[in-house]
């Protein structure tokens, strides 16, 4: 079975720097890309970033490039989010989601159950 | 605003078909295959539609995507309650470079 679980998420200040992870297990964490996906309060969707089969190629959203970073740890079956200067506006549910086929962005099959990041005084 | 607009709310009674649409431009639903989600209340998304209209395995025959252009379109037949949940479609944009969603469409079971 395909599991993928997120932590890490907690209450930080403006500024103040988060570490996500995601522990992948029931598949070949090493085949797909993998994603971080967040959804603000009461709000929709929003990509953030995503990280190739070996780690080789990564991609961000504007509002986040140059204060997160996404990695991976195919030996421990990981991904990870570093979050610095964070802003108030970051505050969401982060879910790590993985994507079957070639390009890393025509689907995500497979969602976690998410962690809450609070950026707030 | 969302790249992708999609109607805030739809609505159908039990048994109806209701269909949810999703509009773009030519550097995403134009030139990518679109995705369709479905979030129930207090979870994670989960995928209904990839590739404009390719069912996921488990997922049932009563959802159904579609695509002409710049519009994509997802169907539910057979509307039940259990239905009840907020849907997303969700493209590849060539000009931002990133996934684009739709702003969800929440979608009520009278």
């Known amino acids: 079975e395909v599991q993928l679980v997120e932590s890490g998420g907690t209450l930080v200040q403006p500024g103040g720097s988060l570490r996500l992870s995601c522990a992948a297990s029931g598949f070949t964490f090493r085949s797909y890309w993998m994603s971080w996906i967040r959804q603000a309060p009461g709000k929709g969707l929003e990509w953030v970033a995503n990280v190739k089969r070996d780690g080789s190629e990564k991609y961000y959203v504007d509002s986040v490039r140059g204060r997160f970073t996404i990695s991976r740890d195919n030996a421990k079956n990981s991904l990870s989010l570093q979050l610095n200067s964070l802003r108030a506006e970051d505050t969401a549910v982060y879910y790590c989601?993985?994507?079957?086929?070639?390009?890393?962005?025509?689907?995500?099959?497979?969602w976690g159950q998410g962690t809450l990041v609070t950026v707030s005084s | 605003q969302s790249v992708l607009t999609q109607p805030p709310s739809a609505s159908g009674a039990p048994g109806q078909r209701v269909t949810v649409s999703c509009s773009g431009s030519?550097?995403?639903?134009?030139?990518?295959?679109v995705s369709w989600y479905q979030q129930l209340p207090g979870t994670a998304p989960q995928l209904l539609v990839y590739?404009?209209?390719q069912r996921p395995s488990g997922v049932p025959d009563r959802f159904s995507g579609s695509k002409s252009g710049t519009s994509a379109s997802l169907a539910i037949s057979g509307l039940q309650p259990e239905h009840e949940a907020d849907y997303y479609c969700a493209a590849w944009d060539d000009n931002l470079n990133v996934v684009v969603f739709g702003g969800g469409t929440k979608l009520t079971v009278l």
């Open positions: 989601a993985r994507s079957p086929g070639l390009s890393g962005y025509d689907r995500f099959d497979y």
């Open positions: 590739g404009d209209n």
């Open positions: 030519s550097s995403n639903i134009g030139s990518h295959s």
